[in-house]
């Protein structure tokens, strides 16, 4: 989980300092967003699924050596 953080405040801070990449992911969230608002109760339960999904992979122990 410290490495999934860490690669994710790596990410923002290079958002910060890239104006013409922070401009393009924030025109992919805008369409993404509009199409959430789009597909109504749908597209929240898929969203939530892929979110429950997405912590049981991060949040997943590794196999340690007996």
Do not use: D, H, T, W
């Amino acid at each position: 989980m410290l490495r999934f953080m860490g690669m994710f405040g790596l990410a923002s801070i290079f958002l910060l300092i890239s104006p013409k990449l922070r401009e393009s992911a924030l025109a992919g969230l805008a369409v993404v967003i509009n199409a959430i608002i789009a597909y109504g109760p749908y597209s929240y339960i898929g969203l939530a699924l892929a979110a429950i999904g997405g912590m049981a992979i991060v949040l997943k122990s590794q196999p340690r050596p007996r």
